[in-house]
């Protein structure tokens, strides 16, 4: 078992929060959070679109400080597994699957 800190993870957690959880996962989470911020370079050297930026906006998930650390690491398996469904899609298809269900935007909003 390894201890992480969620805050390292999500963005939601304001403090620390430490929780054990088994090496795989904690594999997992590590190899996640690098392939993000690879993501975030790639984005960052091959300068996308202004236009497309700024029809981006965050998505924040909030989980009540209620939930059990098990509940919590459901919700971002699922998450994950989201992720994993629109990243094999072709891109304009992903983009525009993210942008109506993820953050709500109608057709008319996503076109102009």
């Given at each position: 078992?390894?201890?992480?800190?969620?805050?390292?993870?999500y963005?939601?957690?304001?403090?620390?929060e430490?929780i054990?959880?088994?090496?795989k996962?904690?594999?997992?989470?590590?190899?996640?959070?690098?392939y993000e911020q690879?993501?975030?370079?790639?984005i960052?050297?091959?300068?996308?679109?202004?236009?497309?930026?700024s029809?981006?906006?965050e998505?924040?998930?909030?989980?009540?400080?209620?939930?059990?650390?098990e509940q919590?690491?459901?919700m971002m398996?699922?998450y994950?597994?989201?992720?994993?469904a629109?990243?094999?899609l072709?891109e304009v298809?992903?983009?525009?699957?993210?942008?109506?269900?993820?953050?709500?935007?109608?057709?008319?909003?996503?076109?102009?």
């Amino acid at each position: 078992m390894e201890k992480i800190n969620l805050r390292n993870f999500y963005a939601w957690y304001t403090q620390d929060e430490y929780i054990e959880v088994p090496d795989k996962v904690a594999e997992e989470l590590i190899a996640d959070k690098r392939y993000e911020q690879s993501h975030q370079r790639s984005i960052r050297r091959n300068k996308v679109d202004p236009l497309e930026e700024s029809h981006e906006r965050e998505v924040l998930i909030v989980i009540g400080r209620r939930d059990s650390p098990e509940q919590v690491f459901e919700m971002m398996e699922r998450y994950c597994n989201l992720c994993r469904a629109l990243n094999s899609l072709p891109e304009v298809q992903g983009r525009r699957i993210e942008l109506h269900y993820l953050l709500g935007m109608t057709q008319r909003e996503m076109r102009g």
